[in-house]
């Protein structure tokens, strides 16, 4: 019984590691419009729950814009969500980059975390 009580504890933790209250930006009103369109969707699978299909959502509003720093914060995102700290911190490198004075990027705190600001 200690042993089964142990196991889910030590599995609480680790599913629990890569929560975040941080949430999938929007992008700016003059983003791309089918970048809009994917990156839309994307959050709302995010809402959902379905991390790979919002993922996937996010890396095709990649492919038709890859200037806008909320499209980077939000595959840095879900790769965090999915315990990939490599890819995160490269995609949250990038928002960073291309924050354009955008706060929700230049304040979050999974970014300060990982690039260590």
């Known amino acids: 019984m ?5 196991t889910l504890l030590i ?7 890569n929560k975040t209250t941080e949430t999938p930006l929007l992008l700016p009103t003059a983003a791309e419009p089918s970048a809009k369109l994917h990156n839309n969707q994307g ?3 995010f809402h959902k729950g379905a991390y790979l299909e919002a993922l996937i959502k ?5 492919v038709a814009d ?3 720093g909320e499209i980077y914060f939000n595959i840095g995102l879900m790769r965090h969500l999915k315990g990939n700290q ?3 911190k490269e995609f949250f490198k990038h928002a960073h980059d291309l924050a354009n004075g955008n706060k929700n990027i230049l304040e979050s705190t999974l970014i300060k ?5």
Do not use: R
């Open 43 to 45: 959050i709302e699978h």
């Open 58 to 62: 996010f890396t095709q509003a990649n």
């Open 113 to 117: 975390k990982y690039l260590d600001l």
């Open 86 to 88: 490599e890819k995160a």
């Open 2 to 6: 200690k042993n089964l009580i142990l």
């Open 11 to 17: 599995t609480l933790i680790i599913t629990n590691c």
């Open 66 to 68: 890859s200037t806008t």
